[in-house]
């Protein structure tokens, strides 16, 4: 008999600099070997099983990458992604006003 498992959205961080976007996402209890994760221009999905739950989630993000030199790395249970943007990101500087 199949035990059901309960989706989890695992926490996560997101960020970048001008070159590239790091994501973290936190898989306590996940071995390595059963992460599942895709990468498109603008979007990552994620599905990782466990005994008793199955971390599951798709996130957006703001600037295109390039997902073929991605990078993943899994260590005590945090899975960090690099992910070189497709182009450095180069934006316009707003005066603020006092």
Same mark, same amino acid.
């Given at each position: #008999?199949?035990?059901?498992?309960v +989706?989890?959205? +695992?926490?996560?961080? $997101?960020? @970048? ?5 790091t $994501? ?5 209890g %996940? %071995?390595?070997?059963?992460?599942d994760?895709? #990468? ?8 990782? !099983?466990? *005994? ?5 989630g798709?996130? /957006?993000?703001a @600037?295109? $990458?390039? !997902? *073929?030199?991605?990078?993943? &790395?899994?260590? *005590?249970?945090?899975l &960090?992604? &690099?992910?070189?943007?497709?182009? +450095?990101?180069?934006?316009?500087? /707003?005066? $603020?006003?006092?």
């Open positions: #008999m199949s035990k059901e498992r +989706p989890v959205l +695992p926490a996560s961080c $997101i960020y @970048h600099d001008r070159e590239k976007y $994501i973290e996402l936190e898989l306590p %996940s %071995s390595g070997e059963d992460i994760l895709e #990468m498109t221009k603008s979007t990552f999905c994620l599905k990782s !099983p466990r *005994n008793d739950v199955e971390y599951f798709c996130w /957006v993000l @600037h295109e $990458i390039d !997902p *073929n030199k991605a990078k993943a &790395t899994f260590k *005590n249970g945090l &960090t992604v &690099t992910a070189p943007l497709a182009k +450095p990101f180069k934006g316009t500087k /707003v005066k $603020i006003e006092h």
